[in-house]
């Protein structure tokens, strides 16, 4: 089977959606100020905020990390096949689908409070979550 993928194109559809996304963001933030007190316009707002986590563009975000993924273990696949080193493609892949997951299950948040409580972080590091993730990268 044959995939003709032209880049340009898939490169406006991702421009449309985030597009989308950010004008949502935009009137909800909008909304939010003009009727501070409808729960139900709140709902929406957290739903489509670009600044919350658990929402429709954190789902976004972490569908095209998942989507870079496979692209990239297609590739190292692909390497592979032609007897050249894929090692860094699958490192990547790997790295991809971990940022996937953990933008999917807020694994960044749930260490913020951790950290920053038992290390007592501020001021550089108070978004506690780089610190593993430093130690992740220079692994």
């Keep these: 089977m044959d995939y003709n993928i032209i880049p340009k194109k898939v490169l406006g559809i991702l421009f449309l959606i985030v597009l989308t996304l950010l004008i949502a963001n935009i009137m909800g933030l909008y909304f939010s100020f003009h009727y501070p007190s409808n729960t139900k316009i709140e709902k929406l707002v957290i739903l489509l905020d670009f600044d919350q986590e658990a929402n429709i563009p954190s789902f976004f975000s972490a569908l095209i990390l998942f989507?870079?993924?496979?692209?990239?273990?297609?590739?190292?696949?692909?390497?592979?096949?032609?007897?050249?080193?894929?090692?860094?493609?699958?490192?990547?892949?790997?790295?991809?689908?971990?940022?996937?997951?953990?933008?999917?299950?807020?694994?960044?948040?749930?260490?913020?409070?951790?950290?920053?409580?038992?290390?007592?972080?501020?001021?550089?590091?108070?978004?506690?979550?780089?610190?593993?993730?430093?130690?992740?990268?220079?692994w």
């Design 67 to 138: 989507i870079s993924s496979v692209i990239l273990f297609l590739i190292a696949s692909l390497t592979r096949r032609l007897k050249e080193p894929a090692l860094c493609w699958y490192g990547l892949s790997f790295v991809f689908a971990f940022l996937s997951i953990d933008e999917a299950a807020s694994i960044h948040e749930m260490t913020v409070r951790v950290l920053r409580d038992n290390l007592g972080l501020s001021g550089l590091f108070y978004f506690a979550w780089i610190v593993p993730y430093i130690f992740g990268l220079v």
